[in-house]
């Protein structure tokens, strides 16, 4: 018992207590702003008044597609966002964790897991994609080069569905300065206009970096 008991304590720090273990890091999806390129963009959009011309449907804006060998684009993301995921032949995840960066959920099933696109598709639509051809429409639906799809808890996203961060924030509000850098880059990248509320509100969250 000595012995054991001499070995623990080599093994513990000088106040003679073992730290927890650092918490994994959220994913981030790629080209993700600094908060001060953030705000040059956010004073560029196009502050205009959303146009719902009643024309939108989810298949105008074709998912998922074929991203890289046998993996789409939810597949795709679940495995770039997840962590010791393993896949089978059809790129399909067969065990994973993914932590969501939304609400800190931690979850081991892909079917939890929602891939949210950071400006909802509808969103996009009357701030003007209903210009674009169907095929910008499947570039933007399925653009995993930007800070546009997220892996989030399932009824999280389902939450936000189509609002806008004057209507809706993630609820783990230490994200909302990752979520309206984001947000903000999507709209500049695609040059998508915002609603003067919706411009406000992303100005509010930018104050939180």
Same mark, same amino acid.
């Not at 196009?46 to 046998?70: C, K, M």
């Not at 897991?113 to 429409?137: C, F, Q």
């Given at each position: 018992?000595?012995?054991?008991?001499?070995?623990?304590?080599?093994?513990?720090?000088?106040?003679?207590?073992?730290?927890?273990?650092?918490?994994?890091?959220?994913?981030?999806?790629?080209?993700?702003?600094?908060?001060?390129?953030?705000?040059?963009?956010?004073?560029?959009?196009?502050?205009?008044?959303?146009? +719902?011309?009643?024309?939108?449907?989810? *298949?105008?804006? @074709? /998912?998922?597609? #074929?991203?890289?060998?046998?993996?789409? $684009?939810?597949?795709?993301?679940?495995?770039?966002?997840? +962590?010791?995921?393993?896949?089978?032949? *059809?790129?399909? @995840? /067969?065990?994973? #964790?993914?932590?969501?960066?939304?609400? $800190?959920?931690?979850?081991?099933?892909?079917?939890?897991? +929602?891939?949210?696109?950071?400006?909802?598709?509808?969103?996009?639509?009357?701030?003007?994609?209903?210009?674009?051809?169907?095929?910008?429409?499947?570039?933007?639906?399925?653009?995993?080069?930007?800070?546009?799809?997220?892996?989030?808890?399932?009824?999280?996203?389902?939450?936000?569905?189509?609002?806008?961060?004057?209507?809706?924030?993630?609820?783990?509000?230490?994200?909302?300065?990752?979520?309206?850098?984001?947000?903000?880059?999507?709209?500049?990248?695609?040059?998508?206009?915002?609603?003067?509320?919706?411009?406000?509100?992303?100005?509010?969250?930018?104050?939180?970096?």
């Amino acid at each position: 018992m000595k012995s054991w008991s001499l070995a623990l304590a080599a093994l513990l720090p000088a106040g003679g207590v073992l730290a927890a273990p650092a918490p994994a890091p959220i994913p981030t999806p790629p080209g993700i702003p600094s908060s001060s390129t953030a705000r040059s963009q956010l004073a560029t959009l196009t502050v205009s008044t959303n146009a +719902d011309d009643g024309q939108y449907e989810r *298949d105008l804006f @074709p /998912t998922w597609i #074929t991203i890289t060998g046998t993996c789409n $684009t939810r597949e795709f993301v679940l495995k770039r966002d997840g +962590d010791n995921v393993v896949v089978g032949s *059809d790129c399909y @995840p /067969t065990s994973g #964790t993914w932590r969501s960066p939304y609400d $800190t959920g931690v979850w081991t099933a892909p079917a939890d897991v +929602d891939i949210d696109h950071m400006v909802p598709l509808k969103n996009a639509w009357i701030s003007g994609a209903n210009k674009w051809t169907t095929a910008k429409r499947q570039m933007y639906a399925n653009d995993v080069e930007r800070p546009q799809l997220w892996a989030v808890t399932d009824n999280v996203n389902q939450s936000k569905g189509d609002k806008s961060p004057d209507q809706w924030k993630p609820p783990l509000a230490s994200f909302h300065c990752t979520y309206a850098r984001s947000w903000i880059q999507v709209k500049a990248y695609w040059e998508l206009s915002v609603t003067a509320a919706e411009k406000s509100a992303l100005g509010g969250m930018l104050d939180t970096c």
